[in-house]
């Protein structure tokens, strides 16, 4: 079976917050950013076994600090590990702030996704082994 290290299905995904995606109290919504979360999650996943993928869990989520219109997110995920059909993904998401002199980034967001590899037929698919 074939062995992949972590830097082989690492991602990034930026998104800029836009007033469409804020709640009543003006801050992202933690749904929409889930589903930033997913997605930059099952984009790794996939990366790594090659084939489709399903989320089955998402777990340990914290929120630490809001994000706002203009805002820029930067969500990493990263393998954490693997089983026979499955690969946990860690997610951390960060806000890029601007300012006329720097630009400064703040932990916002982690989780914790399980992803379940399948087939054409939706029948679970051995992934890769993962070397650290």
Request: charged residues 25%; aromatic residues 6%; contains cysteine.
């Amino acid at each position: 079976m074939k062995i992949k290290k972590v830097e082989d299905s690492k991602t990034v995904m930026t998104e800029l917050v836009l007033s469409s995606h804020v709640n009543g109290s003006g801050r992202l919504f933690g749904g929409q950013l889930m589903a930033w979360m997913d997605i930059a999650g099952a984009i790794c996943a996939r990366r790594h076994c090659q084939c489709t993928v399903v989320t089955a869990s998402a777990t340990d989520l914290n929120f630490y600090l809001p994000a706002v219109p203009n805002d820029l997110i930067v969500i990493t995920s990263e393998i954490e590990s693997v089983g026979n059909t499955s690969m946990k993904v860690r997610i951390t998401v960060e806000v890029e702030e601007f300012s006329k002199r720097e630009t400064r980034r703040k932990k916002t967001c982690s989780a914790l996704f399980t992803y379940v590899a399948i087939d054409e037929n939706g029948v679970k698919h051995t992934v890769p082994r993962l070397k650290k």
